[in-house]
């Protein structure tokens, strides 16, 4: 059942990427950050009342209940960074670093969960690496983005906490169930995303927000929603090693949806690259 589940991860996760920067063309992304947040939250605690698993939060072990807030304060930075970086650059580009995460993660898992690093795991991860080198080249006859280079440090930035809330998460959902596990999760995650909006000063921007990328932002917030409880419930069952990487493959829904909605266009050497990427993810399944 964890191999489904971290398909459809892989699915909302892609089509989160398109929706949220459609919803961010003007809207300020730390505001959008937090607006999604209350989305994600509501979703994830209606699936925790639906489950019937909410009363079990009494039982909770501290140690457990540390590793989830980590978690949910590594998500919140991955999120804040991550959606600085679609708003400053190209889909195609931002996507392709947050995904490589996929490398400092299976590294991660060996150090502290002591999960293997087979052959098969260590060519995908130098597919992966040498992949999104390669997406991340200059476009062209074109400009790489609109804001220097800042995209790409936000970009790293949200690659490199991604991978400390998989190996968190998966600490913290030990004999825990994977939607109480979210929710909790979720309600550090919009502590953080509004304390960030407060503390820059941006709150009247929340009043700013056009319908249609408040609609966007929204819908976003319903996609994460079902990418994190597919992603967990995953991750509870199966091998962290090989469930980040098929969420991964994300990343060709994301670049599909790019090409068609904002025309964001692959140069060759962009396109050898994403299959690298692909090709790197699915040797690790092996």
Do not use: H
Request: hydrophobic share 55%.
């Amino acid at each position: 059942m964890w191999f489904g589940f971290a398909v459809g991860s892989a699915f909302f996760a892609g089509i989160t990427s398109i929706l949220a920067k459609c919803g961010i063309k003007k809207t300020d992304s730390d505001v959008a950050t937090a607006i999604r947040t209350i989305v994600v939250l509501i979703f994830a605690w209606l699936m925790v009342a639906v489950t019937g698993t909410g009363s079990a939060i009494a039982g909770i072990e501290m140690k457990t209940m540390v590793f989830l807030i980590l978690s949910g304060i590594a998500t919140g930075a991955s999120w804040l960074c991550y959606f600085k970086a679609l708003q400053l650059g190209d889909v195609n580009k931002v996507v392709p670093i947050d995904k490589s995460s996929t490398v400092l993660t299976i590294l991660l898992a060996f150090l502290i969960l002591r999960e293997e690093i087979t052959l098969w795991k260590l060519l995908g991860m130098i597919g992966i690496g040498a992949g999104t080198l390669l997406m991340i080249k200059k476009k062209e006859g074109g400009k790489a983005n609109t804001e220097g280079k800042s995209w790409l440090v936000y970009a790293v930035l949200s690659a490199v906490f991604a991978s400390l809330t998989s190996i968190l998460g998966k600490i913290g959902i030990s004999g825990v169930d994977s939607n109480l596990g979210t929710a909790i999760r979720t309600i550090v995650v919009l502590f953080m995303a509004w304390l960030v909006v407060f503390v820059k000063g941006k709150q009247r921007e929340v009043k700013k927000v056009e319908l249609k990328e408040l609609l966007f932002i929204i819908l976003s917030g319903f996609a994460t929603g079902g990418s994190w409880l597919c992603y967990y419930r995953a991750l509870q069952t199966g091998p962290a090693s090989v469930v980040v990487p098929i969420d991964k493959l994300s990343i060709l829904v994301s670049i599909a949806f790019s090409y068609v909605i904002f025309k964001e266009r692959l140069t060759k050497r962009a396109a050898v690259g994403l299959v690298l990427i692909v090709a790197g993810t699915l040797v690790m399944l092996l």
